[in-house]
């Protein structure tokens, strides 16, 4: 695969929203992302870190501001145009498309086909990337299980083989993790670091781990009650007082032993 580092990038400018029956705004917020960046969000429940994720893909419409993704306002792209710039990566998805988990991998790779060759009924990968995919993801052997049937992490992993297959070039993660054991979270994000390094990708990723997150993210932002209110190195950020006051946790900051990046731990 050619690397994509030099089109990938993420601009926020001033982008706030309301959340409809709240009194609470999200944001302002204005920040951007280098290209071949791994940044994770973090912050407590409630904080605001999924709707920033569900705006930047264009899943909600800012009040105000802009989201600019590789030089261009994503609320001017098509679908298919912003499924060439960004991958998302949800939570859950919910779906009553009784959908293989080959066929779910497969619609990541529908933004790369022209109109005509979708009429045509072509293939949107070849088969080799397929398999690659699957097996990458660990979904190999769930193929042609139904995607209704999969449990929480077996869903997860299909979900981040479909965002891959898209190759775009911004990858957004709403905490990946959630319901993988630790084997496979660690596969899960080890994959994603390894594209990071590779300069195939430009990763945002909602977190709710500090044990880990610091093992995995270059940049971390914080985010509380909407606002965005620290963001740094990982090294820098997880030992600030203000993680201690806005989680009311007294961590411990440490050093992994082996990789030497960051760590908190409970007290």
């Known amino acids: ?41 973090i912050g407590p429940n409630g904080a605001g870190k999924s709707t920033l994720l569900k705006l930047i893909a264009a899943l909600w419409r800012p009040d105000t501001g802009e989201v600019i993704v590789n030089h261009q306002n994503v609320l001017t792209l098509t679908a298919a145009q912003r499924a060439r710039q960004i991958s998302f990566v949800p939570q859950t998805l919910d779906t009553s ?35 690659s995919t699957l097996r990458r993801t660990e979904v190999w052997h769930l193929q042609d299980r139904a995607f209704t049937t999969l449990s929480g992490g077996e869903a997860k992993r299909t979900l981040l083989a479909c965002a891959l297959m898209q190759e ?24 994603v670091r390894a594209k990071v390094d590779a300069g195939e990708l430009t990763v945002l990723m909602a977190y709710h781990d500090l044990t880990t997150v610091g093992l995995y993210a270059d940049e971390l932002w914080v985010m509380d009650q909407g606002q965005l209110i620290l963001t740094g190195a ?19 900051p440490l050093v992994h032993p082996r990789t030497k990046r960051p760590m908190l731990i409970f007290p």
């Open 1 to 41: 695969m050619v690397s994509i580092m030099q089109d990938a990038m993420l601009e926020l400018h001033d982008v706030s929203y309301h959340w409809p029956g709240a009194s609470q705004t999200f944001g302002p917020i204005s920040q951007r992302i280098a290209p071949g960046r791994f940044v994770a969000l």
């Open 97 to 131: 498309f009784d959908l293989t988990v080959r066929e779910v991998v497969e619609l990541g790779g529908l933004n790369r086909l022209s109109w005509r060759d979708r009429l045509q009924f072509r293939p949107s990968v070849s088969p080799s990337q397929l398999e």
């Open 168 to 191: 775009a070039p911004l990858l957004l993660l709403d905490e990946p993790t959630a319901h993988l054991d630790p084997g496979h979270a660690m596969k899960f994000l080890d994959l």
């Open 234 to 252: 990982a090294a820098d950020v997880l030992p600030h007082p203000m993680i201690r006051q806005i989680y009311d946790v007294d961590f411990i």
